[in-house]
């Protein structure tokens, strides 16, 4: 029996090993539809878009920095401390 078609084999590459369904197709040398196929026939859960997103891209994440108007926009600065507070915009924005 083929690798792909063993629900655990699945589970260990997808899961434990972080592969996508891309990936794991490479490696058995079958298209990324058939993959897909027997996680779902297999019953393996699939991670959800976010979860992906953040294992495979997690390096063209960008976050922009912090500064007092974005914080103000984020509702982390009040207009009547936006230029008198003195804690940094940081502190600010993780003690709603």
């Not at 655990?8 to 298209?31: C, F, M, P, T």
């Not at 019953?43 to 007092?68: C, F, Q």
Request: positive net charge; contains cysteine; proline residues 2%.
């Amino acid at each position: 029996m083929k690798r792909y078609k063993q629900k655990e084999y699945l589970e260990d590459k997808y899961w434990k090993h972080n592969r996508s369904i891309e990936q794991i197709a490479k490696e058995e040398g079958v298209d990324k539809g058939t993959i897909f196929y027997w996680m779902k026939k297999l019953g393996v859960k699939r991670r959800t878009d976010s979860e992906a997103l953040m294992i495979h891209h997690s390096n063209r994440i960008k976050l922009p920095k912090m500064n007092e108007d974005l914080a103000y926009a984020l509702g982390g600065l009040h207009p009547k401390n936006h230029h008198s507070c003195n804690d940094s915009v940081e502190t600010i924005i993780w003690q709603f």
